[in-house]
């Protein structure tokens, strides 16, 4: 089966700039979710859907990220305007859900803010 | 406050060499997972570990949940440069991925 597909690969901007990740999960996948991962740490969870819905968005910083899952497929992450500190991996993974599932992750776009 | 802790931040060793990563916490887990990051790559899944106490084992690499279900550590046995990379334990608590800080392991040929 085809993977989590993210693009794009890279991508650097200037500080106060906008700028969107794209992310279509595994098929079927009903959870989908946003991680940031700045570099060598663990990847933080930025928000979680659940077919279309939020489940959990506590850890978006909401005055500059906004997501949307269009009907409950495909993802988008923004950032408006963007900090120095926003400089990470945004790695989007999917799962079928339950207890014991597996994430599955995309190859992460590396976002740099100049 | 990270859920999950990680040890050692860092491992350079010579191939060949065993090592161990522990993954503590205060929290009781379900289930613990540890994953495998490669650079330029998303993490990959290597393990579940669901009982405590239990122990899985992955060709050269060895997994323990503890008996309370709040540690768990990975042990790889005559190391070699393909095992180099980020290793992440996480737990899976309400269909929520939680990670840990990451084990960054070099292997020198």
């Known amino acids: 089966e085809a993977g989590v597909a993210q693009s794009p690969r890279y991508k650097i901007i200037e500080k106060r700039q906008s700028v969107a990740f794209w992310c279509n999960p595994i098929s079927g996948h009903a959870t989908l979710y946003w991680y940031q991962q700045i570099l060598g740490q663990g990847p933080k969870l930025l928000i979680q859907f659940q077919n279309n819905g939020v489940v959990d968005d506590s850890q978006l910083p909401k005055d500059r990220f906004s997501a949307e899952r269009l009907k409950g497929v495909d993802s988008t992450l923004k950032i408006q305007p963007a900090k120095l500190e926003d400089s990470a991996v945004y790695l989007c993974a999917s799962s079928r859900g339950g207890e014991g599932t597996e994430a599955f992750f995309g190859q992460g776009t590396r976002l740099t803010v100049v | 406050t990270q859920l999950l802790e990680q040890s050692p931040q860092f491992l350079s060793i010579q191939e060949g060499e065993n090592l161990t990563v522990y993954c503590n916490s205060s929290?009781?887990?379900?289930?613990l997972q540890w994953y495998r990051q490669e650079p330029g790559e998303g993490p990959v899944l290597l393990v579940t570990?669901?009982?405590?106490?239990e122990v899985k084992k992955l060709k050269r690499l060895t997994f323990q949940f503890g008996d309370a279900r709040k540690d768990s550590s990975l042990h790889i046995t005559a190391a070699q440069p393909g095992d180099t990379g980020l290793y992440l334990c996480a737990a899976n608590n309400f269909n929520k991925f939680y990670f840990g800080s990451g084990t960054k392991l070099n292997v020198k040929p």
């Open positions: 929290s009781v887990f379900s289930s």
């Open positions: 570990v669901v009982t405590g106490g």
